[in-house]
């Protein structure tokens, strides 16, 4: 099978760089995938979980906001967060979750419910993308 070389870069460093077989990404549309030799397209990310395959197995990368490129065979993910499965401190996303949650339960007025929103939703997919790569067995460093 063909590949197409994968690059995910936030503003801290490289997160990844190889070759893979398949990308599936969160756009912020709706989810897309790429396989070798698409055509050149742009995207604005979304929150969610980028997956990969490589040589059968699914690997899993939270995403947060940014773009991602296709061109020449090679995808180029500028996130604004990314993190691999395996980094990901599920207490600490839980955390985030419930202070969320408890944030949009006040309904104060002077409240940022967007921010809160966001951050409910970055905690949820940090916690599903951990959960993916334990359930496919690929959630190592």
Do not use: W
């Not at 604005?44 to 980028?50: K, Q, V």
């Amino acid at each position: 099978m063909a590949q197409i070389h994968l690059e995910i870069v936030t503003p801290d460093r490289k997160v990844l760089s190889q070759p893979v077989d398949y990308v599936g990404a969160p756009g912020i549309e709706g989810e897309f995938g790429i396989m070798a030799n698409h055509v050149p397209f742009l995207s604005a990310l979304g929150i969610g979980n980028l997956y990969y395959k490589e040589n059968g197995k699914y690997y899993y990368v939270f995403v947060a906001g940014g773009f991602a490129e296709v061109n020449n065979n090679k995808v180029t993910i500028l996130a604004e967060v990314a993190e691999r499965a395996a980094e990901i401190d599920v207490s600490r996303a839980r955390i985030a979750k419930e202070r969320a949650e408890e944030r949009l339960r006040i309904q104060k007025e002077e409240m940022d419910f967007a921010r809160a929103r966001a951050a409910l939703q970055r905690s949820l997919a940090r916690m599903r993308c951990r959960s993916s790569a334990e359930t496919a067995g690929t959630c190592t460093m």
